[in-house]
């Protein structure tokens, strides 16, 4: 175990590996990609897969303030990745989705993701990988 992490709480030991989870998967993209993407932007692009979630959706449903999370889908935008349409019936609003190069680049990350993961098994143990899914998945009644 790594001495850093040692005398860490709960809370913090989470946070401490899941931004260095995150670090690790966000260069892992950018080192085999050509599209510089954020983690705050694959964040976004999460919410959005699969789904024509409205502008104001996203805004509320990320753990981005709104100024920064209509930054964010700019820049997306600017590199293509998603896209955004007038909802139907309602002039103000608008819907966002991903682009088929922004969901093509989803799935490649989900791949590098997926990788990841299995080094972590490797490393953790299968069942103990299985189980750490279970815990982290569970109601904690909180």
């Keep these: 175990m790594n001495s850093d992490f040692h005398n860490l709480d709960i809370i913090d030991l989470i946070s401490e590996r899941h931004g260095q989870l995150r670090k690790i998967a966000e260069k892992l993209w950018n080192d085999t990609s050509d599209i510089y993407i954020s983690n705050s932007e694959w964040y976004i692009m999460s919410r959005i897969y699969k789904k024509k979630p409205t502008l104001s959706y996203v805004s509320k449903n990320v753990d981005i303030s709104r100024q920064a999370t209509h930054k964010f889908i700019k820049k997306l935008e600017s590199k293509g990745l998603v896209e955004m349409m007038n909802v139907t019936n309602n002039n103000k609003e608008k819907c966002i989705q991903l682009t088929p190069l922004g969901e ?6 989900e791949e590098l993701k997926a990788t990841l993961e299995n080094k972590i098994a490797k490393v953790i143990g299968e069942k ?8 982290l998945q569970a109601d904690w009644g909180l």
């Design 128 to 135: 103990e990988l299985k189980y750490l899914k279970v815990l």
């Design 104 to 109: 093509e680049c989803f799935s490649k990350n």
